[in-house]
């Protein structure tokens, strides 16, 4: 049974840092890429970073780029999302994503639907 468990989200004052983390079991890690969502209250969930199965961060969302750094360990079957310079925009319903799908174009890294597994997410509350 596959599973991936968000961890690491919470309340914090703009300007801050949040480390997500997503703790993954029953694949083989290393032959899926990875990707965190997001979805804010009242809209669609929207892309925020993707990862290679090697380690390469390969996309970043506008809105994040410079202030998220999206990493993995392969030995722990895990992916981070590091989140620096927190504004209130960025509260939302984090999700990480695993895709076995590879040789995509952007815009199918950046799709949902593209993703075979899903966390049940973490709540990023940041205030003003």
């Known amino acids: 049974q596959v599973q991936l468990v968000e961890s690491g989200g919470g309340l914090v004052q703009a300007g801050g840092s949040l480390r997500l983390s997503c703790s993954t079991s029953?694949?083989?890690?290393?032959?899926?890429?990875m990707g965190w969502f997001r979805q804010a209250p009242g809209k669609e969930r929207e892309f925020v970073a993707a990862?290679?199965?090697?380690?390469?961060?390969?996309y970043y969302a506008d809105s994040v780029k410079g202030r998220f750094t999206i990493t993995r360990d392969n030995a722990k079957n895990t992916v981070y999302l590091q989140m620096n310079s927190l504004q209130s925009e960025d509260t939302a319903v984090y999700y990480c994503?695993?895709?076995?799908?590879?040789?995509?174009?952007?815009?199918?890294?950046?799709?949902?639907?593209?993703?075979?597994?899903w966390g049940q997410g973490t709540q990023v509350t940041v205030s003003s």
């Open positions: 994503a695993a895709r076995s799908r590879v040789g995509v174009t952007a815009a199918q890294a950046m799709d949902s639907a593209n993703h075979d597994y």
């Open positions: 029953g694949l083989t890690f290393s032959n899926y890429a």
């Open positions: 990862i290679s199965r090697s380690g390469v961060p390969l």
